[in-house]
């Protein structure tokens, strides 16, 4: 059976603290953290997106694999935990889920808007898991429902059980994994790890699991394992 190549790339990352200020271009100030866990993956027109439990956004160039500077709270973001990170192509805004904010922006750089999801009204501890667009709107998938939003402004639209729409993109969720066991499979690991089932040892011979599997359009693929 062909079995595509799957490069894993590890990136140590040390801490250095920063303050994001509006005298400066959104990249004058760069902080790196460790990573944690990948939470949320997206497309968008340059870059792959992924969100991260503790590191903000990194970024990775879609021609070339080449990291840049990750999106971070020295880029303007509310916080470095993030739930969800979704691109719509319908409008080529960047959407990020931070701590207990929705964050969107057209330079997908800086100059957000940014809406606390307190101001929603959902119940206490709601979860945010996952993002989606339609041709015009854009969808948060919580714990306790759905929620609309204006694709150009943000603006609250209400909540739904289901959502009233059926094309919606989904960006990949560590929160809602729709990927099979059969589909991994299709994939070989490089560079020391070895795969089985939904999981794959390290080089070092530590188990891990798969949490967020994505297959962008020109057929690249980031798996997240932690």
Request: net charge negative; charged share 15%; with cysteine.
């Amino acid at each position: 059976m062909y079995r595509k190549s799957l490069s894993i790339i590890l990136t140590l990352i040390c801490q250095l603290n920063s303050q994001p200020d509006n005298r400066y271009n959104p990249f004058d100030w760069v902080l790196y953290r460790q990573l944690g866990e990948i939470t949320s993956v997206t497309e968008g027109f340059s870059y792959m997106y992924i969100g991260t439990e503790s590191g903000g956004v990194v970024r990775i160039q879609r021609i070339g694999h080449n990291l840049e500077e990750p999106l971070t709270t020295a880029q303007g973001l509310k916080s470095n935990y993030i739930s969800a990170v979704h691109f719509d192509f319908h409008t080529g805004n960047l959407w990020i889920a931070a701590g207990e904010y929705i964050h969107s922006s057209h330079t997908r750089e800086g100059n957000w808007y940014i809406d606390n999801i307190n101001d929603w009204g959902l119940p206490l501890q709601t979860v945010i898991m996952r993002m989606g667009s339609s041709p015009n709107y854009i969808w948060v998938q919580t714990s306790s429902g759905y929620v609309k939003l204006d694709h150009i402004s943000g603006i609250f639209l209400g909540t739904y059980i289901f959502p009233d729409e059926n094309k919606i993109q989904w960006s990949s969720s560590s929160q809602f994994p729709d990927y099979s066991i059969d589909h991994l499979s299709e994939y070989s690991l490089s560079d020391g790890w070895l795969s089985f089932g939904d999981g794959a040892v390290n080089p070092h011979g530590r188990d891990v699991r798969a949490t967020v599997f994505y297959e962008a359009r020109e057929g690249d693929v980031v798996l997240g394992m932690a």
